[in-house]
């Protein structure tokens, strides 16, 4: 596959990325949908987190097994390895921990909203970072974008209170170690191999819940009704397994900050999933809210490297 990829045009390889960040966006953002029906059932969030982590854990140790094997891949150095644990750590356990925690306390459209921060935070730490410039059209993009989640989210002011406001600081900052991440693995992975390093970020977080499940639940805390492990497993494949390696091809493609811009787009999918399963209200404000956001979503897309 990947010599496929390096057989499209530059514009080509754009437009796949784009569209990979894109599938990856709407996936993220059924994983908030899927945890808030998981939820009426008063399962706690290292419970459920487990689940997710343990459905995708034998894909993601299957790929990594496989990706070490290939003879044409570089053997990763000591800082490689330190660089593939941190990132795995922070991006995917700390990151997803501090979500499923959140969203005991916030709505799904709200959580977007916090999450989805990470777009100006990665440009940001980027240019702060590694020098990078920050183009026009990336500016106007970003702006159309938030403006629109702003638009959108506007009668969702009045929820900044009581365990809302607990909720709220636990997003933000999952969003703030999801955008670290993001910054570190733009480099790494061009190094390493997208689907390699992801495998083996992916297995060091999956092991790192894991074992913060055994050290602090008993295994009775697994008795749960078929309709948990029905709702975890979805999350692993469609919240967790695709969009995960859909994401690290879209930033191997178009880079970390468009990757992260395009993703913008899943505030726009909580919406309406939101509204079709949990039957949250879809206002006018939202609608033109998401146009904002797929005008800056589009444009980001036919942005040229």
């Known amino acids: 596959m990947a010599k496929t990829i390096q057989s499209l045009s530059i514009n080509q390889q754009a437009l796949l990325g784009a569209a990979f960040a894109l599938l990856a966006a709407i996936g993220f953002s059924a994983k908030a949908i899927l945890v808030k029906l998981a939820y009426v059932d008063h399962v706690d969030a290292i419970t459920l987190l487990t689940l997710r982590m343990a ?10 097994l496989w990706s070490g094997r290939q003879n044409h891949r570089a053997a990763l150095e000591p800082n490689d ?7 795995g750590l922070i991006g995917y356990y700390l990151s997803s921990l501090l979500d499923f925690s959140g969203l005991q306390y916030v709505s799904a459209g709200l959580e977007r909203l916090i999450l989805f921060l990470y777009p100006t935070m990665v440009v940001l730490l980027s240019a702060a970072i ?3 410039r920050i183009e026009r059209r990336e500016i106007a993009a970003l702006g159309a974008s938030y403006a629109g989640i702003a638009l959108v989210y506007l009668h969702d002011a009045h929820a900044a ?18 955008s670290l991440y993001l910054v570190g693995a733009g480099h790494i992975i061009a190094r390493i191999g997208a689907v390699r390093f992801t495998a083996y970020a992916m297995t060091v977080a999956c092991g790192a819940t894991l074992l913060q499940f055994a050290l602090t639940h008993p295994l009775a805390a697994l008795d749960l009704s078929p309709r948990i492990y029905g709702l975890g497993l979805a999350m692993a494949v469609l919240s967790t397994v695709l969009p995960v390696f859909m994401l690290s091809a879209g930033i191997r493609l178009i880079g970390s900050g468009r990757t992260a811009m395009i993703g913008s787009l899943g505030p726009v999918a909580t919406i309406f999933l939101a509204h079709w399963v949990l039957g949250e209200t879809l206002s006018l404000p939202q609608l033109a809210g998401s146009a904002l956001v797929l005008g800056g979503v589009l444009a980001i897309g036919l942005a040229k490297k």
Do not use: C
């Not at 459905?55 to 990594?64: D, K, M, N, R, T």
């Open 81 to 87: 390895w330190l660089a593939v644990f941190l990132l």
């Open 161 to 178: 209170e009581g365990q809302v406001a607990l909720g709220a600081s636990l997003v933000f900052v999952s969003t703030l170690t999801y």
């Open 130 to 132: 590694f020098k990078h």
């Open 55 to 64: 459905f995708s854990a034998p894909v993601f140790l299957a790929i990594a």
